[in-house]
């Protein structure tokens, strides 16, 4: 590779490389990664599979991961110890899957079965799990991911401390309890998306690529998650997640990590790298907004047939 004018005369997942890259052109990478990830065409094909995986579910192919090539080299334009600070926090929001994953099917059980197997499997009557969910089988494999990036960067093992799940909070309105749990978890989605290709702007090589992996499942949960949204609740749904922003912003804030104060993702100690997350979260809602437009209810009734009694 040759050096000239900070650009490295390469491209990668991100486009143009640049060796000491400033804030314009870090944002050109989460653009090219935006486009290049969540296109149309993408967001679609995602979507349009969420009824094949009813019938046939089947999890999503991986490529290989070159774990011999990843180095501390391929952190572009970020310090280290704040890349493996945000690793961290990526590591942690991805455990316990179990545990969630039995919450959205507790949540979806009556509205919605083929979505509740989709998310967290089946139970034989007396609890027994039968079979795992397609979600839980991609999302269990993001922690051990991050962690084996943690340990090729730092040489140490990395014991991620799991979130709490509350579990299914039953209230008298079945509907609305729904309502606002898909619409967390779409939420959840959205964030590891937009956190995933911010990590992918500042790296390059074999690092970037092992991170495009749990990130294209992640763009897969968001679009299947976005479009069965909007045929169970319509357009008011998407309407409020907009309105998350904000919402999301005050809620990651408060997210405490014990190894570091600075892991705190909006708390950065450089304002530049939160100025730059909060552009890539804007930048994945503008995309799903754009392509939200195209979606209308013959399409999704088409796709995803009558809207169940429970959810009328
Ligand atoms: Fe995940
Ligand atoms: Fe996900």
Request: hydrophobic share 40%; aromatic share 12%; charged share 20%.
């Amino acid at each position: 590779m040759r050096v000239q004018n900070q650009i490295i005369c390469s491209t990668d997942l991100a486009g143009k490389v640049y060796k000491n890259p400033n804030y314009l052109q870090t944002r050109q990478r989460i653009n090219y990664l935006v486009n290049h990830f969540l296109s149309q065409g993408i967001l679609y094909s995602r979507l349009h599979d969420l009824p094949t995986q009813f019938e046939n579910p089947r999890q999503r192919h991986w490529q290989p991961i070159d774990w011999k090539a990843i180095s501390d080299e391929q952190i572009v334009g970020v310090p280290k110890d704040l890349f493996i600070s945000f690793l961290v926090n990526a590591t942690e929001i991805e455990t316990p899957i179990r545990n969630y994953a039995i919450e959205s099917r507790d949540y979806l059980q009556a509205a919605h079965p083929q979505l509740a197997r989709f998310m967290g499997g089946t139970f034989s009557e007396d609890g027994k799990m039968l079979e795992i969910g397609v979600w839980e089988k991609e999302e269990r494999q993001h922690a051990p991911v991050f962690q084996k990036i943690y340990h090729k960067l730092t040489l140490e093992k990395l014991q991620p401390k799991p979130n709490t799940v509350q579990g299914y909070q039953k209230s008298d309105d079945l509907q609305q309890d729904i309502y606002s749990h898909v619409l967390s978890r779409m939420a959840t989605e959205w964030s590891a998306t937009s956190s995933y290709l911010w990590l992918m702007a500042h790296s390059t090589g074999a690092l970037q690529h092992a991170i495009a992996q749990p990130l294209q499942d992640e763009i897969n949960h968001l679009a299947k998650f976005w479009g069965i949204g909007i045929w169970a609740f319509g357009d008011s749904y998407i309407a409020r997640l907009q309105g998350m922003t904000q919402l999301l912003i005050d809620l990651l804030k408060h997210h405490k990590n014990e190894r570091s104060q600075e892991v705190n993702i909006f708390g950065f100690s450089n304002a530049l790298y939160a100025v730059e997350l909060m552009f890539t979260f804007s930048r994945v809602m503008t995309r799903l907004n754009r392509w939200h437009k195209s979606l209308d209810a013959g399409y999704l009734e088409n796709l995803f047939g009558e809207k169940p009694m429970l959810l009328t």
